[in-house]
């Protein structure tokens, strides 16, 4: 079965750069979420879309950005970045009305 | 606002031995409960849910949890572990908001 794809998987970038990470829901998923795993910590909700439209924020800086496309695929989009910033960014992709999400295999940011 | 409070950052136990890991949780809402396991390098994979009904639910690899709304817990159990078992464990609940709040987790780690 298709799962959440995630890209890049690693990145790598210097302070102050930007930073575009990519998310392929599970076909006829309507439902983006993205989460933030600091080293050793749990994940933390950023932010959600559904049908395109932003539907739930959480903890998520003013300098990430988010959006969800036509296709479904969402894109988090993070300026200037900060030694902070170095975490697991995972995308989860549901069905409206269902409670179960399905996570990807992250992407790794290492801000240098 | 809620939260997830799983007790033990790391529970070792030997193989074959049965294990508990605990979750509490604190709403004001109804919730939606789950168990999410990561294995070293990877992703979160669901283990198991709880949404309604019968408050013992089940995973296909042994796994059983319990909803138990007096005392606001969602304990993960398995009367016999492997060491294939050895992972991270994430306690998560979702008030309706479909944003998942999670635990801080639990290292299992079986020894042979």
């Known amino acids: 079965a298709a799962g959440v794809i995630q890209s890049p998987r690693h990145l790598i970038k210097e302070k102050r750069e930007t930073a575009t990470l990519k998310c392929y829901p599970i076909p006829r998923h309507d439902t983006v979420y993205w989460y933030q795993q600091g080293p050793g910590q749990d994940p933390q909700f950023l932010i959600s879309f559904y049908e395109k439209m932003q539907s739930d924020k959480g903890s998520i800086p003013d300098r990430f950005s988010a959006q969800q496309f036509s296709d479904y695929h969402s894109e988090l989009n993070m300026s200037s970045l900060e030694l902070g910033d170095s975490a697991l960014y995972f995308c989860?992709?549901?069905?409206?009305?269902?409670?179960?999400?399905?996570f990807g295999p992250g992407t790794r940011l290492t801000v240098l | 606002a809620q939260s997830v409070t799983q007790l033990d950052s790391q529970v070792p136990v030997f193989e074959e031995a049965p294990v508990e890991l605990r979750c509490n949780y604190s709403?004001?809402?109804?919730?939606?409960l789950f168990w999410y396991v990561q294995y070293p390098n990877q992703g979160l994979q669901l283990l198991l849910k709880?949404?309604?009904?019968?408050?013992l639910v089940k995973s296909i690899n042994g796994f059983e949890a319990e909803f138990n709304k007096s005392q606001t817990s969602f304990h993960l159990r398995k009367p016999s572990v492997h060491i294939s078992d050895t992972a991270e464990y994430f306690c998560a609940l979702d008030t309706g908001r479909r944003a998942l709040t999670f635990g801080s987790g639990t290292r299992l780690q079986v020894q042979p």
């Open positions: 709880y949404l309604s009904g019968s408050t």
């Open positions: 709403s004001s809402v109804s919730v939606y």
């Open positions: 989860a992709s549901s069905l409206e009305g269902n409670n179960e999400q399905f």
